[in-house]
Antibody
Framework: QVQLQESGPGLVKPSQTLSLTCTVSGGSISSGDYYWSWIRQPPGKGLEWIGYIYYSGSTYYNPSLKSRVTISVDTSKNQFSLKLSSVTAADTAVYYC?????????WGQGTLVTVSS | DIVMTQTPLSSPVTLGQPASISCRSSQSLVHSDGNTYLSWLQQRPGQPPRLLIYKISNRFSGVPDRFSGSGAGTDFTLKISRVEAEDVGVYYCMQATQPPYTFGQGTKLEIK
């Protein structure tokens, strides 16, 4: 069974760049059948899809975040990563990595990232 | 962006009784390939979301058959035939027909 695990700093200062990595086990990112996504959830609020990457490196970003988001993939490590620049308190959220095709079928446990000085 | 609107936002239910959640999209979710990529997710307290239903009515692996989905076009429904204590949480609909993919606001299911 596929498992995903987020890792990265839990605290980021305003104006800096948030960086997270998702490690995939139990399946290969390079299989070609899936898109590898980032989704976030501010405390007590709903879900927001950030974007996805295909194993080839092609990406799609939510236009609401596009100017600040970069998603990359490292197939040799079976990992994909998220960078979100110029963060503010509004970017405080639990960040999930997930596998998706036409549905989001596997999710990581999520990691809380707080933006604060 | 496609806006997903759920009703109700809160649903107190008696154990053993049915529950129903509606989801309406701001435009048709029928993809150019003929499929409708509407799914339902459950998020128990302190847990990540979990896929329940995909393509309107298909139960994901391991999902109890008391969960069912229906609908077409812009109107969809998730039904729980007999609510159990473990069903407490927030339920989201999600569309994956047209990026950016979007979620409903969530419906909180609680026991009376």
């Amino acid at each position: 069974q596929v498992q995903l695990q987020e890792s990265g700093p839990g605290l980021v200062k305003p104006s800096q760049t948030l960086s997270l990595t998702c490690t995939v086990s139990g399946g290969s990112i390079s299989s070609g059948d899936y898109y590898w996504s980032w989704i976030r959830q501010p405390p007590g609020k709903g879900l927001e899809w950030i974007g996805y990457i295909y194993y080839s490196g092609s990406t799609y970003y939510n236009p609401s975040l596009k100017s600040r988001v970069t998603i990359s993939v490292d197939t040799s490590k079976n990992q994909f990563s998220l960078k979100l620049s110029s963060v503010t308190a509004a970017d405080t959220a639990v960040y999930y990595c997930a596998r998706m095709s036409t549905m989001v079928d596997y999710w990581g446990q999520g990691t809380l990232v707080t933006v604060s000085s | 962006d496609i806006v997903m609107t759920q009703t109700p936002l809160s649903s107190p239910v008696t154990l053993g009784q049915p529950a129903s959640i509606s989801c309406r999209s701001s435009q048709s979710l029928v993809h150019s390939d003929g499929n409708t990529y509407l799914s339902w997710l459950q998020q128990r307290p302190g847990q990540p979301p979990r896929l329940l239903i995909y393509k309107i009515s298909n139960r994901f692996s391991g999902v109890p058959d008391r969960f069912s989905g229906s609908g077409a076009g812009t109107d969809f429904t998730l039904k729980i035939s007999r609510v159990e204590a473990e069903d407490v949480g927030v339920y989201y609909c999600m569309q994956a027909t047209q990026p950016p993919y979007t979620f409903g606001q969530g419906t909180k299911l609680e026991i009376k």
